[in-house]
Structures are given as structure tokens and as C-alpha cells.
């Protein structure tokens, strides 16, 4: 569990890492040939490749996710039990609604027909 957060923190960091690195190295000048560029094509371009950065570091991320061994990760039996109970507690409690909707219907109905 610590190496999938390790993963997340590291990934987190070079999130927040790359984009500003490079807006930083585009605007003091430390890339070649940036300063040629006009002031509205530095932007443009620093914000693409900060953009295009982030998205590296989330398909690296992906890709070190589906790397993981899916095998190593059973769900707690404990957690599982109180899940399915959940459901069927909420399952049964939809039907009684729907069933007691539909009688009130049903009633509702049939005194109109009796009006009639």
C-alpha cells in the first residue's frame, strides 16, 4: 500500500513540477531560442508544452498503474460483507417504496372509478 502512494505522491509532484518549469524556463529566457519569440508566442508555446507535460505525467502514471499486479490487492472479506448488505438493505427498501406507491395508486384509482 505505502509503494501506491509513493507512486501517487511522486506523480502528484511532477504534476505540480513540470508545468512550472517550464513556464519558468520560457520566461527568464533559459530555453534557446525563446527569447526570439514574441511575447504572445511564448505564452502560447509555454502554456502548450506545461499542458502537454501535465498529460505526460498522468499517461505515465496510468501506465505505472496498470503495471501494478492486480493479483497483490484482495478487498477486505469484512468490507465486502457490509457492502453486500448494504445493497440488499437498499434493494428491499426500493421494493416496499415502489410497493407502497403502487397501492396508494391502486387507491387512489378506485376511489375515482367510485365518483364516477
Given amino acids: 500500500m505505502t509503494g501506491v502512494i ?11 513540477m513540470a508545468p512550472v518549469a517550464i513556464l519558468y524556463a520560457f520566461n527568464h529566457n533559459l530555453i534557446p531560442g525563446s527569447a526570439n519569440l ?7 508555446v509555454s502554456g502548450f508544452l506545461a499542458v502537454i507535460s501535465v498529460n505526460v505525467v498522468i499517461a505515465f502514471y496510468i501506465y505505472m498503474a496498470m503495471k501494478e499486479p492486480s493479483d497483490k490487492h484482495e478487498p477486505d472479506p469484512a468490507f465486502l460483507a457490509e457492502a453486500k448488505a448494504s445493497v440488499n438493505q437498499s434493494t ?4 416496499a417504496s415502489v410497493n407502497q406507491s403502487t ?5 387512489s384509482s378506485h376511489s375515482l372509478k367510485k365518483k364516477e
Fill in 38 to 44: 514574441s511575447p504572445y508566442s511564448m505564452t502560447l
Fill in 6 to 16: 509513493r507512486k501517487f505522491f511522486v506523480a502528484s509532484m511532477f504534476m505540480w
Fill in 92 to 95: 428491499s427498501q426500493a421494493e
Fill in 103 to 107: 397501492s396508494q395508486a391502486e387507491g
